[in-house]
């Protein structure tokens, strides 16, 4: 399918989009997607969609009807082989994930506003961006002429992008990758630091999997005038929202900007390659309903920090900083006590993503990270230090996506036993599928470590000469 979109509707924030359909079937399916990948609940983007019509090459207008509230029937009993669709889309949502149109920038999350033919849905996609020559484009899709060339409607789905004349571009190169940032809106940050801090904890993840695997990747950082924080991973690219309050202090800001850019790098292998086989591939028309949040977003949490202490860009104190805001955030959460982490990420479907009923769920990033913590600690003992969770994300990125397939519960629990030479059936019932479990757990395996929980912190027992747990954190 052929895209074009236009922003002669900035001031009203419509972006109008016009797409070329060759195909001369008598009726012919489009369909919106329902939710975005990154985040696990109905979005019903659809309501943001006016004035859509289809018209045959000569002109004369088509008859359409809605199948469901996200899809249009097409009905062409002429047969015609060209057809053209037209339709507006309200952009008036800046954040990491959605669309935003105005007079000084068009940014789209294709998920939200592109649709595909039904039965044609790994077609290759070209958008046309009718843009002011003096815009720059921000996206990992390969551009020429303001044209984006999708292989498939999976990778236009998954890929933002920014067009503005005030894009700030920097580009640097981690061993054989091209980071790119890119930034939208003003900022006051030192981009050779953050250059440098980026290129430490990029090494730091790749050591882990053993390849980094796209040769450019895509930091779009929106910088908002407000306080605000959201991050959207996606396979070559994120797409980071920050704003800051005037209290705020900028060292804060800076470190926050880091944790956030490190959790969606992460992604990069865990969720958008190393995914859950229920969402291999994922189907845009419903629900991919999962219990393995707290792989891929509480793993990915867990490493999100560790690898700016592991590659120096953190101290143990900024590290155990930020531990310990997470480890407030879980015990103030008394859903704990009520569901278990596995069940809550089934349910982000429901109320993922909002605080939802007092006290009725837990939430897979949080918990998800305290787990994924336990279950590298408990390798880590069993194995005298040889072994810990990387070599588990190394494998499931080299043995499931690798041989291109998702991975189950099972697979995971099965490369934990491995690695720790015991079972871990215990941790699944307690810790993943228990209630109310994780902090006994943790605190009978941070002596070990000569660490403990006290009053809430995470801290190095006194009486300890060292502290192994910095030592089998760092040194891998
Ligand atoms: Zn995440």
């Keep these: 399918m052929k895209y074009q979109v236009s922003i002669n509707k900035a001031l009203e924030n419509f972006i109008e989009i016009e797409a070329e359909i060759n195909s001369n079937e008598a009726e012919i399916v489009l369909q919106l997607p329902a939710w975005r990948p990154g985040r696990y609940e109905l979005a019903n983007f659809a309501k943001n969609i006016r004035c859509f019509k289809a018209t045959a090459q000569n002109g004369t207008e088509l008859k359409v009807r809605k199948q469901t509230k996200d899809s249009w029937k097409i009905f062409n009993i002429d047969n015609n082989k060209n057809i053209t669709i037209y339709y507006e889309y309200y952009a008036n949502q800046l954040d990491a994930g959605a669309c935003f149109l105005n007079n000084e920038q068009l940014y789209v999350n294709p998920v939200h506003c592109f649709m595909y033919q039904v039965g044609k849905i790994n077609e290759p996609f070209e958008v046309k961006l009718n843009i002011p020559s003096e815009y720059k484009i921000a996206c990992q899709l390969t551009h020429i002429d ?216 837990t939430s897979i990033y949080i918990e998800g990270m305290l787990a994924a913590m336990l279950a590298d600690l408990i390798i880590i003992k069993n194995s005298k230090g040889q072994y810990s969770l990387d070599n588990v994300m190394h494998d499931l990125y080299h043995l499931f996506y690798k041989q291109k397939k998702g991975y189950t519960e099972n697979d995971y629990k099965f490369l934990l036993e491995k690695y720790s030479k015991e079972s871990f059936e215990h941790y699944f019932e307690a810790v993943i599928w228990g209630k109310n479990n994780l902090i006994a757990e943790l605190q009978n395996i941070l002596p070990y470590f000569d660490c403990s929980i006290n009053n809430n912190k995470l801290t190095k027992n006194i009486n300890s000469e060292n502290n192994s747990l910095f030592n089998f954190l760092v040194n891998r």
């Design 146 to 361: 303001n044209i984006l060339k999708a292989e498939n409607f999976d990778q236009l789905a998954d890929s933002p992008f920014i067009a503005s004349a005030n894009l700030l571009h920097h580009e640097f190169m981690v061993e054989n990758t091209n980071i790119h940032f890119w930034f939208q809106g003003k900022h006051e940050l030192d981009l050779k630091q953050l250059e440098l801090d980026t290129t430490a904890y990029t090494k730091a993840q790749k050591a882990i999997f053993k390849e980094l695997p796209c040769a450019d990747y895509h930091f779009l950082y929106q910088i908002l005038p407000t306080p605000f924080r959201h991050g959207v991973e996606h396979a070559d690219s994120t797409v980071i929202a920050m704003g800051m309050n005037n209290d705020m202090l900028r060292d804060d800001f800076y470190n926050d900007l880091l944790a956030i850019s490190s959790h969606e790098l992460f992604h990069l292998w865990n969720i958008k390659r190393i995914r859950p086989e229920s969402m291999w591939p994922y189907d845009f028309t419903k629900e991919n309903y999962s219990h393995l949040g707290y792989v891929y977003e509480g793993i990915t949490t867990y490493y999100g920090d560790l690898m700016l202490l592991r590659s120096g860009v953190w101290n143990w104190e900024q590290y155990t900083d930020s531990w310990n805001g997470d480890f407030a955030r879980h015990i103030s959460n008394e859903g704990n006590k009520n569901y278990s982490v596995a069940e809550s990420s089934f349910d982000t479907w429901l109320d993922g993503y909002v605080p939802g009923v007092p006290a009725r769920k």
